[in-house]
Each structure stands twice: as structure tokens, then as C-alpha cells.
């Protein structure tokens, strides 16, 4: 009886463990968290972190094909919208891949071999579980609730209400439409503290955004706040520290908003519909989205029709029609050479950078033409009529091209006359450089000259193969027979052993305690000095302590190996405590700028003499010393001239002293002298010896004109168009004009018509040659060699045409 009683409680007590059970079952479905020790499978599809409030998701997410990735999106939206991803660049296999919080703390995505694809900083920590949390932020919590690791702190390419945006905070577009993957344009605050948008492609990159045409202030920004942080609150407003600010057309609460980098440059602030699940744009950075840079790359230009669209302009074809940062290829060759051009007018278009020149005012379309042609890097030019007179801008690359009726000018191209356009208006060009009477020749001339430069190309080439297999089978032959050379004749003497280490108190003695200063240079300052035994010295006190005892001396000694009658001769070296000498034989006339830039100038002879006993001795440096060197700065202060002006190269291997600085990093530090420095340096590209070739052409060129081609012009300081660059420009048309006085117009004219045209022939062309911008186009020292020897000096003056015939007979 007793039991019966107890019957209908049973029963209820059952009943509320069956339905505890049952509702314990229904919640472990929507999942806020993630223990430690736990994970999430790609393969169940319901192995997602919902955020209390059910706005954010997160789990893996895959977009057809068998791709998946570790994201964040809006649970509401009718397309799943991905606000963050954890593996942007490297999906996922769709079998086997894992998102755990190990037992250390850490979280990591493991993809289907079990390699560890992300991960969240927090090893080692007392991370207890991972929350999605209903602002859309994925965090790591420890037992006492306190954030390790936040996705809010690392953005892919949508910023959400309330997420602070900080200096650290990037949010960078996808590739394109549909992908995940990183691509060229980036939202972020700039090191002026201002917020940027900016383009980062595979050939250029710019700022586009704040209008890079208007400066701070009409910007309406400010760079004096330099805490760097912007934030979009619940309102749909947005403010930055750089008081760049704005707010969504449908301002007010209860919206759910996102702002995102969108794959075609434009950031854009959208505002989900929650009936419909659909988004619209509240707001958007830049109206006219062909304003943003890079759209339809290189060429390229974008027109509305009505939304933007890419094309390419008359004479050009799209390089890939499905990738328009590729943008368009000419249909024709560009060459300096062709004279026959026309140029092309696109009207209410624009392209803008680039500039090469500019000018304003009384100038008409026809005198930015003719600008234009007398420039060879200028590919169009941008006209337009203002009230005070027409604006006129040549160009010497075009991107960013931009068609819209509200531009209130035309961009002309030049092109050869033979590329079909049908255009507007069409502008016959005319050499404006040249004179009139020289027309007829133009049309002959190009051919002519075109073959000797290929033919110069193909003869170094060619010499340079053979001078190389000479050299390789001369050594081979040498050692063979008689193992190590004794002699090698023209200068290449064998290592004597006079080379030795001095001590602090000798050069001391030697160099009168320092008391004559020879001269002084970026790496140190040279003392004369005669040693012990009457040789007259120049010591030079290096100024950087370059580095140890062990490779300071290593290095010296390879240096002090080295021995050919046109490098200045080490003869020893002291290293003591803080002191690093150099004794170096003394040279008795000074250097060569001494003798070139100054009234005291030389004749033809000893200056030809000089460019091939240099070439020489850089050949030498470069090909054939036991440790190939590059000297770095070649230039006329380092070009010592002995009693016979042969000249000796100072200073080499001193670019290997100090580039010992840090641990194997070469040539950190930019060495050389401005004017004669390489491109490269500029570039950051590897050092080669062509740096070397480079500096010899400007000395070269400055040796066959008798003045300084290294200083940069400051007339337009604007355009930076240097000495050099200027020189190389007219030379190059005067030689296209087929001007027979161009050599007699260049040569230096102190000499007074005396020197070998033959010989200045070979020393400008060369010349031009080692000054090639592209480093692959420029000689090599051996190869520099070998043409000076063939150059025969001559006094008789050949004409132009028999110049030709010879050169062609070849
Ligand atoms: C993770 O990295 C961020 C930024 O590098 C840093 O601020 C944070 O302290 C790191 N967290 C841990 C737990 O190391
Ligand atoms: C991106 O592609 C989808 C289809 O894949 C299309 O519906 C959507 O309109 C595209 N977005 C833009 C901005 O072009
Ligand atoms: C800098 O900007 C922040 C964020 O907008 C603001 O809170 C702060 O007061 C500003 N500081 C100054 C000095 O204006
Ligand atoms: C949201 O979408 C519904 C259905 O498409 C539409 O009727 C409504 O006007 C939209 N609301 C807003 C604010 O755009
Ligand atoms: C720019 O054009 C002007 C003529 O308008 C010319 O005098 C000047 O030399 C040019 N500058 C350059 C760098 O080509």
C-alpha cells in the first residue's frame, strides 16, 4: 500500500528527467560557446557558434567547389554575408578539417592532413572558452571572463558597429566577386593619422581616397589627433580621430550595418533589410567609383554606362578580357626611333599621374603636341580649355583612365600613323626637334640606326662570350702548364708579399701624426705619409669602425691581394683597438676631376687613355680577381691619375668592408655618390656589379663633354629631370635627326675640334649604353673592354655615310 502511494510521484519524476533530457538535447543544438578541449568538425553542418542573440554565426563556410573557410557571417541574410574569416588565404579541405581549442589554450584551424592552417595567439594561457558574441565578435575567454583573443582585433575586409577600428586595424578587399582571398585595395589610418584608401597593385599604387588632388584641410581632416582610432556606433554614425566622419541615410537604432572594403575599391557602409534579408548602401566612400585607382589597369580606361565599365582606348587591345588589372596592350611597338606618329584624341577623358611636364596658360593643343614629341617617354598628353587659357600634361605611363562627360578635355595618344583609329580628331605629328630641312633624312635614317644599336648589342654579346671562354681557357692553359702564373703581362703582375700590417705608432711616425690631410670622403679621411723604408704613402683613417678584429683583417688581406697596374695598391693595413688604417701606395697627380672639371683639363688622348685603362681595371675588379668585387662608387674623385695620367682606381672594396655590418645582410647601407649611382639603388633591387657599368657611363660621358652630367638640374623642381637624363634625351635626338654635327655639338668644346670622332663615337655610344635605366641592357665591363680596343684613334673626320656603309658591311 505504502508503495502505491508513491506510484504517481514515480511517474512525475520521470516524466521531468525525460523532458530535463529532452531540453538539455534541443539547446546543446544552438551552441554560444566552445570548451576547452572541444572542436568543430567541417563535416557536420551543424557544428556552428550561434551569438545569443542569433544576429552572428560562425562555423565553416563553403562557397561551391570543395573550399571551405572558418568564418563569422550575419545569421539573417538571405546570401550568407561573411563579416570575418579566419583562413582567408588558405581554404580548407571539406573532409577532415577542424576548428579546436586545445587543452594549451590555443585555437587552431587544422585542415584535413592535420596541418595547422591559423591559429589565435593565446598558447599557453588560461583560455577557457571561445564565445561569439552578439555584436559579431569571436572571442577567447579565460574562467574569469576576461578577453585573451577577439576577431575584432583582426579584420579581413568589414568593420561592425561598436568594432573599434585602430593604427593596427587594416581592412583589405577581397580579389574579387565571390572570393576570399586578399586583393590590391586597403582601408587604414595612414602614418599622417589620416584614414586612406589606397590601391596597391601588381604595377602601381596610389591613394585614391580622400581626394589626393586636395590637401588636408580642404580634405576637411586633420593629422594633429594621433590616437588613430574611428568607430561606427549603433546609429549608423561614423567618427574618426582625423574627424572624418559621416552617417547612413537611414540613421537611427535597430538597423543591423557593416562596412566593408568591397573587391572594386569602393567602401561602402549597407544596411540589412530584416524582412527581406537583403542589403542596401547607406553610405559610399567614393560616388564616382571610376575614381577609384587602378579599376581597369594599365591603358585602361572606365566609363559609366550607366554603372562603371572597362574598355580599352584606339590603338590598344585588352590584355585579358576576364582580369581587367591587366588592362590593355598597345596593338603596335613602341619605339623611340619612329617618327611617323599621329596622335589620337579620346574625348572627356582623363589619365591621371604621370605627369611628365606641365604647363598652363597661352598654350594651344598643337604646343602640347609638339612637347609631347619632344619627348620620347611621352605616350599622350591631357589638353583642356580653362577661363585662364589651356592646361596641357604629358604623359609617360597611363593609368587610372577615367571617361565622364564632366571632364571638359581630351586625351590625345600618340601613335604610329599606321594604327587604325577612327576617332574624333586626328593631329599629324612632326619631329618639333628637328629641323625642317632634315625630313627627308628621318625617313632613312631610323632603319640605319636602329640596325648599328642592335648590331652594337649582339658585337658586345658576342665579345663577351668569346673574351669569356678566352679568359676561362687562357687561365685553364696557364695553370695547367705551369701551375700558379709568375707573370701575366698588361698589369696582371702575380700578389707580391709586400702587403703587411702596420702598427698604430708606425703610421703614427709615418703620417707626421696625421699632419698632411689629402682629402676626405664618406668613408674616412686620407693623411699623406712615408714609411720607414721612403715610400711615400696615403693613409686613410676609416671613420665607421666597420666591424672585428678577425674579419677586418680577412677582408684586408683579400683586398691587399688584389694587384693590377690600374687600382691603387694597397700595401698594408692597421687594426688596433679602436683604429682601422688603410696604407695605400701614393698617387702623384690628383684625381680626375681635377683635370677635367677645371681649366687644367685634358687632352683627347689621355682622356680616351683613361676610359679603356679604367675599364681595365673594373673589368679586372669584376671578372677576374680571385674574389669578384663591385666597387660601388666609381666617379672622377676616385679616379687617381699617376706622373703618366694612367689612371688607378681608388677606394674598391671598401663597399665589402662595410657591408659586414650585420650578419649577412648585403649592402644594407646605400653607398655611391648621388649623379652616379645605379637606379637600383633607388629601386631596392640586388646589387650587381652593372651598378659599376652605370657609374663608368656617366664618368665616360662626362670625360667626352668636359663638364659635371651627375648634378641634377634645379630649374623645375617639379619634374627632377637631371643632367644626365637631359643629355642622354638630346644626344638620343640628335643622333635620330641624323644631324651630322651631333658629335661636334657634344664633345667638349675646349678641345677645339681636336679628338678622334671614331673614338668619341665608341665613347658616347658605350656611354649610353652603360646608362641604360633597365641593368640587363647594359654592357659588361669585359665586353666595354673590348670595343674601346677596336676603337682605332683617327685624324681624318669620316662623314656620316661612310660611317654607315662601314658599320653595315659588318
Ligand atoms: C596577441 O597578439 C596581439 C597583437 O599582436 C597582442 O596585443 C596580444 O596581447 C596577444 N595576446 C596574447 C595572449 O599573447
Ligand atoms: C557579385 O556576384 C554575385 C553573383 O555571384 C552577384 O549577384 C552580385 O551582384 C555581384 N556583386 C557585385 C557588387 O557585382
Ligand atoms: C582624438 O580623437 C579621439 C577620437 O575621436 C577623441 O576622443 C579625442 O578627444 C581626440 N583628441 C584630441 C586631442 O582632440
Ligand atoms: C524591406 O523589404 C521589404 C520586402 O522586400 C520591403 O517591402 C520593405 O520596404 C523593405 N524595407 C526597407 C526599409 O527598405
Ligand atoms: C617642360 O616644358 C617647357 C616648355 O613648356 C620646357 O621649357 C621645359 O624644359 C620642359 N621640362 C621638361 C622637364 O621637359
Not at 600634361?393 to 586625351?411: D, E, H, M, R
Request: charged fraction near 20%.
Amino acid at each position: 500500500m505504502r508503495n502505491r502511494t508513491h506510484e504517481p510521484y514515480r511517474f512525475l519524476l520521470l516524466l521531468l528527467l525525460i523532458s530535463f533530457f529532452l531540453i538539455n538535447l534541443a539547446t546543446s543544438e544552438i551552441q554560444n560557446d566552445l570548451e576547452r578541449g572541444s572542436s568543430l568538425s567541417v563535416e557536420d553542418d551543424s557544428d556552428l557558434i550561434t551569438s545569443p542573440d542569433g544576429s552572428f554565426t560562425c562555423g565553416f563556410h563553403n562557397a561551391g567547389g570543395n573550399d571551405y573557410w572558418f568564418s563569422i557571417w550575419f545569421t539573417s541574410s538571405t546570401d550568407r554575408t561573411v563579416v570575418w574569416t579566419a583562413n582567408r588565404e588558405r581554404p580548407v579541405n571539406g573532409k577532415g578539417s577542424k576548428l579546436s581549442l586545445r587543452r594549451n589554450g590555443i585555437m587552431v584551424l587544422t585542415d584535413f592532413d592535420g596541418k595547422v592552417v591559423w591559429e589565435s595567439n593565446t598558447t599557453s594561457t588560461e583560455a577557457h572558452r571561445a564565445e561569439l558574441l552578439n555584436t559579431g565578435n569571436l572571442v577567447l575567454k579565460d574562467i574569469h571572463g576576461m578577453i585573451l583573443w577577439q576577431s575584432f582585433a583582426y579584420p579581413t575586409d568589414t568593420l561592425l558597429p561598436n568594432q573599434v577600428f585602430t593604427k593596427s586595424s587594416r581592412l583589405i578587399a577581397a580579389i574579387r566577386n565571390g572570393s576570399y582571398a586578399t586583393g590590391y585595395y586597403s582601408f587604414y589610418f595612414d602614418n599622417n593619422n589620416a584614414m586612406r584608401l589606397f590601391y596597391d597593385g601588381p604595377e602601381i599604387s596610389s591613394i585614391y581616397w580622400p581626394s589626393p588632388d586636395l590637401d588636408m584641410y580642404q580634405n576637411s581632416r586633420t593629422n594633429y589627433n594621433s590616437s588613430r582610432i574611428a568607430v561606427l556606433d549603433d546609429t549608423g554614425r561614423f567618427l574618426s580621430s582625423d574627424q572624418f566622419q559621416f552617417s547612413a541615410s537611414d540613421v537611427g537604432s535597430g538597423v543591423k550595418r557593416r562596412l566593408t572594403m568591397d573587391y572594386d575599391g569602393n567602401l561602402r557602409l549597407y544596411s540589412l533589410n530584416s524582412s527581406s534579408g537583403s542589403w542596401s548602401v547607406s553610405w559610399t566612400a567614393l560616388p564616382q567609383p571610376c575614381n577609384v585607382h587602378g579599376l581597369c589597369g594599365r591603358n585602361g580606361i572606365c566609363t559609366y554606362t550607366p554603372g562603371p565599365k572597362c574598355s580599352c582606348p584606339p590603338g590598344y587591345e585588352a590584355s585579358d578580357p576576364s582580369d581587367w588589372n591587366q588592362g590593355c596592350r598597345p596593338t603596335f611597338i613602341r619605339t623611340c626611333l619612329d617618327f611617323q606618329v599621329k596622335f589620337v584624341e579620346v574625348l572627356h577623358t582623363d589619365y591621371y599621374g604621370f605627369d611628365l611636364n606641365f604647363s598652363y596658360g597661352a598654350i594651344s593643343v598643337e604646343a602640347c603636341g609638339d612637347l609631347c614629341l619632344g619627348d620620347c617617354r611621352c605616350e599622350a598628353f591631357s589638353y583642356r580649355i580653362t577661363g585662364s587659357g589651356g592646361r596641357c600634361y604629358t604623359k609617360s605611363a597611363l593609368f587610372n583612365g577615367v571617361q565622364t562627360l564632366s571632364f571638359p578635355g581630351s586625351i590625345f595618344l600618340k601613335l604610329p600613323t599606321t594604327v587604325e583609329a577612327s576617332e574624333t580628331r586626328v593631329l599629324l605629328g612632326s619631329n618639333a626637334v628637328c629641323e625642317s630641312s632634315a625630313a627627308e633624312v628621318l625617313l632613312g635614317s631610323p632603319t640605319i640606326r636602329r640596325v648599328r644599336w642592335v648590331y652594337l648589342y649582339s658585337f658586345a654579346l658576342a665579345i663577351g662570350v668569346i673574351e669569356a671562354f678566352v679568359i676561362v681557357s687562357g687561365w685553364w692553359f696557364l695553370f695547367r702548364k705551369h701551375g700558379v702564373p709568375s707573370t701575366v703581362e698588361d698589369g696582371y703582375r702575380m700578389i707580391s708579399s709586400q702587403f703587411r700590417r702596420f702598427t698604430y705608432a708606425e703610421i703614427k711616425k709615418a703620417t707626421n701624426n696625421f699632419k698632411v690631410e689629402l682629402g676626405r670622403g664618406g668613408s674616412g679621411v686620407v693623411y699623406k705619409g712615408v714609411l720607414a723604408d721612403e715610400r711615400a704613402v696615403a693613409v686613410k683613417r676609416l671613420s665607421d669602425l666597420f666591424q672585428g678584429e678577425q674579419e677586418f683583417w680577412a677582408e684586408v688581406s683579400t683586398i691587399g691581394k688584389i694587384n693590377h697596374m690600374n687600382l691603387v695598391r694597397m700595401w698594408g693595413f692597421c687594426s688596433e683597438g679602436r683604429h682601422r688604417l688603410l696604407v695605400y701606395e701614393y698617387i702623384e697627380k690628383s684625381s680626375l676631376d681635377k683635370h677635367l672639371f677645371t681649366s687644367n683639363f685634358l687632352g683627347w688622348k689621355e682622356r680616351f687613355n683613361i676610359a679603356l685603362r679604367t675599364a681595365k681595371g673594373l673589368a679586372y675588379l669584376h671578372h677576374e680577381c680571385l674574389e669578384w668585387i663591385i666597387h660601388c662608387d666609381v666617379k672622377p674623385e676616385n679616379l687617381l691619375l699617376d706622373g703618366e695620367f694612367e689612371p688607378k682606381i681608388a677606394d674598391f672594396g671598401l663597399a665589402k668592408l662595410s657591408q659586414r655590418g650585420g650578419p649577412d645582410i648585403e649592402f644594407t647601407r646605400i653607398r655611391g655618390t648621388k649623379g652616379y649611382m645605379a637606379p637600383e639603388w633607388a629601386l631596392n633591387l640586388p646589387i650587381t656589379a652593372k651598378v659599376d657599368v652605370y657609374s663608368f657611363g656617366v664618368v665616360i660621358l662626362e670625360m667626352v663633354k668636359g663638364i659635371r652630367l651627375s648634378n641634377w638640374a634645379v630649374e623645375d623642381a617639379e619634374q627632377q629631370e637631371s643632367e644626365l637624363t637631359r643629355f642622354v634625351r638630346i644626344v638620343k635626338i640628335k643622333i635620330q635627326c641624323g644631324e651630322d654635327s651631333w658629335l661636334e655639338d657634344i664633345v667638349d668644346p675646349r678641345l677645339d675640334g681636336k679628338f678622334s670622332r671614331n673614338q668619341a663615337l665608341t665613347l658616347v655610344e658605350i656611354g649610353l649604353f652603360c646608362v641604360e635605366e633597365d641593368r640587363s641592357k647594359r654592357p659588361t665591363m669585359d665586353s666595354v673592354v673590348q670595343l674601346l680596343l677596336e676603337s682605332e684613334p683617327e685624324s681624318e673626320i669620316r662623314s656620316p655615310n661612310k660611317l654607315r656603309l662601314h658599320l653595315r658591311s659588318d
